[in-house]
């Protein structure tokens, strides 16, 4: 079936606010209310929530699921319904100290598991954590179905929308191109550097948005130094007859959003690296959204790339996806004091190249 990508746009706008959604695919569906920003009120109980597998894992409730799913989402129930603030509880890893005597909980079959899956997306899409109560009895505010989210997340909706001469401090031959999807509230930009030559094929970065480390100077990542650096490579190809391409992705925390990095980065100050603290959190290490990404190239016309990355699993998710890549060019910089333990967690938990 057809989906409608608008629905989503007004399923996240619920969730943010705190409204009750339903979520169907083709074999059920589930009325869920988010933890984290569902309002308070007299007699608001669930009996379940619905949870990620990996916030499962941290509430002992592992051995409980299908062998075959490990990653599947989970519906967990205790020996009494749960109230909002119970739930909002055990969705918060933060307070996992707090309060480390919880339980009983069992975990339940989930019926409807696309649609569990669905929502858990919608979740991080919206920015909160990813945990629901099932079935509380309040109207929802919007229906979706697994085959809208399919269409809200089509990158072939994403459009060029404007572009620009934007000279900038690495070089003043510059342009930037604006993209824009009709339902995503993100706007996705591509900055070319140099003068764009379907001869040459261009030195290009993928970087997903940090506020932090770009805007702030972070010291607790190397987002910003890595950003700095590609702009003035780039910016010597350009000298050298050729061109580079920065595609900045509206992608901030790997695809988890501000808030849930920022509540990341509160774990890692309680001794957890950064795929541990996500995991507690419930949340994916890596949900980025590769295919926008092609999608832009395609929309500039290059179908090539020298892509300047340390990270392999980038090279393979934008060949998924069709882009030719023609070479991986290394970008390491040296580590400071601050980022050392998370440049280490790059290399030996996500792969990345770093010697």
């Not at 619905?50 to 409980?64: C, D, G, V, Y």
């Not at 005597?101 to 899409?125: C, I, N, T």
């Not at 350009?238 to 980065?265: D, F, P, T, V």
């Not at 390491?332 to 050392?340: M, W």
């Amino acid at each position: 079936m057809s989906g409608n990508p608008r629905k989503v746009t007004l399923a996240l706008d619920a969730l943010r606010h705190g409204w009750a959604i339903r979520v169907e695919d083709e074999t059920g569906a589930l009325e869920l209310l988010p933890a984290e920003t569902g309002f308070a009120q007299p007699g608001l109980y669930a009996a379940r929530l619905l949870i990620s597998a990996a916030r499962a894992a941290t509430l002992k409730l592992t051995n409980q699921r299908e062998a075959a799913e490990p990653h599947a989402p989970v519906m967990m129930h205790g020996a009494e319904p749960f109230s909002l603030h119970a739930a909002r509880t055990l969705a918060d890893p933060a307070l996992d100290l707090a309060e480390p005597m919880r339980g009983p909980f069992r975990a339940d079959p989930v019926e409807a598991q696309a649609a569990a899956a669905a929502a858990l997306d919608m979740a991080r899409l919206a920015g909160i954590l990813p945990a629901f109560m099932v079935a509380t009895g309040i109207e929802p505010a919007a229906t979706v179905t697994t085959a809208d989210l399919a269409a809200f997340k089509d990158p072939l909706d994403l459009t060029v929308q404007a572009r620009a001469r934007l000279p900038v401090h690495a070089c003043d031959m510059a342009e930037i191109v604006a993209f824009r999807a009709r339902d995503d509230m993100r706007e996705h930009v591509a900055l070319v550097i140099g003068t764009q030559s379907g001869d040459v094929v261009p030195l290009v970065r993928l970087h997903s948005e940090c506020l932090t480390g770009d805007v702030l100077g972070s010291l607790k990542c190397d987002c910003g130094p890595q950003l700095d650096a590609a702009l003035e490579r780039m910016a010597e190809e350009a000298n050298a007859s050729g061109w580079g391409l920065l595609l900045y992705l509206r992608q901030e925390g790997r695809g988890i959003g501000l808030i849930n990095k920022l509540r990341a980065y509160e774990l890692q100050d309680q001794g957890f690296d950064t795929v541990d603290a996500n995991e507690r959190l419930g949340l994916p290490s890596e949900a980025r959204d590769f295919p926008v990404a092609a999608r832009m190239l395609d929309l500039l016309g290059v179908p090539a790339v020298r892509l300047l990355t340390n990270n392999p699993a980038k090279v393979a998710a934008l060949k998924a996806v069709g882009v030719t890549v023609v070479e991986r060019v290394a970008h390491q910089l040296p580590a400071n004091p601050h980022n050392a333990r998370y440049l280490d967690t790059k290399r030996d938990r996500t792969g990345h190249l770093l010697k």
